[in-house]
T-cell receptor, first 112, second 119 residues
Framework: DAKTTQPPSMDCAEGRAANLPCNHS???????VYWYRQIHSQGPQYIIH?????ETNEMASLIITEDRKSSTLILPHATLRDTAVYYC?????????????WGAGTKLIIKP | GAVVSQHPSWVICKSGTSVKIECRSL??????MFWYRQFPKQSLMLMAT?????????EQGVEKDKFLINHASLTLSTLTVTSAHPEDSSFYIC???????????????FGPGTRLTVL
């Protein structure tokens, strides 16, 4: 079962910041939050991940609340090519491996 | 770095035939590979996890005799859909995990996917 809930869709104007929320209220202390995106009919693309602290890379910023029950992915200056389905994922331990538990995702549409 | 390829990118086959999909890590050694299935407008569903040189671990509800997984080397895993039926038509995606130490050792890198259509 998915451990995350996201709004099914969002719109954002080109050039503006896109803020994508995610709830993961049942997350455990050692489980990471990952974000991937998927452009139509392509494989998922890694964006960013974090555990407790806020993270930033060349693609996005990840803001995690202090209680870790929710997070927000921020695309600082959205472009038309950022139109995709964005998945907020919890990584859980599974034996000696880790699994990504995928939710339904948010379809982000960037409008000119 | 960390590129994963899949072959073929799409395939159309007749019902009852078997189809093999290859997943390769091009510039790194993948100790673990994962196979996912994605139906239209749905999220990815994990089918199985395979470690190099050992049997794959299948998720509940996935028939291991129907979806044969072989992970014979650190750069190649194959998924064979045996006796394919129209309901097996889907987008199959693999991912690979690098066997490195450190913070990014558990990061999964995804292939571009294979579209299977069974007539």
């Amino acid at each position: 079962d998915a451990k995350t809930t996201q709004p099914p869709s969002m719109d954002c104007a080109e050039g503006r910041a896109a803020n994508l929320p995610c709830n993961h209220s049942t997350i455990s202390g050692n489980e990471y939050v990952y974000w991937y995106r998927q452009i139509h009919s392509q494989g998922p693309q890694y964006i960013i991940h974090g555990l407790k602290n806020n993270e930033t890379n060349e693609m996005a910023s990840l803001i995690i609340t202090e209680d870790r029950k929710s997070s927000t992915l921020i695309l600082p200056h959205a472009t038309l090519r950022d139109t995709a389905v964005y998945y907020c994922i919890v990584r859980v331990a599974f034996g000696s491996n880790y699994q990504l538990i995928w939710g339904a995702g948010t379809k982000l549409i960037i409008k000119p | 770095g960390a590129v994963v390829s899949q072959h073929p990118s799409w395939v159309i086959c007749k019902s009852g035939t078997s189809v093999k999909i290859e997943c390769r890590s091009l510039d790194f050694q993948a100790t673990t590979m994962f196979w996912y299935r994605q139906f239209p407008k749905q999220s990815l569903m994990l089918m199985a996890t395979s470690n190099e040189g050992s049997k794959a671990t299948y998720e509940q509800g996935v028939e291991k005799d129907k979806f044969l997984i072989n992970h014979a080397s650190l750069t190649l895993s194959t998924l064979t859909v045996t006796s394919a039926h129209p309901e097996d038509s889907s987008f199959y995606i693999c991912s690979a995990r690098r066997g490195l130490a450190g913070l990014r050792r558990n990061e999964q890198f995804f292939g571009p996917g294979t579209r299977l259509t069974v007539l």
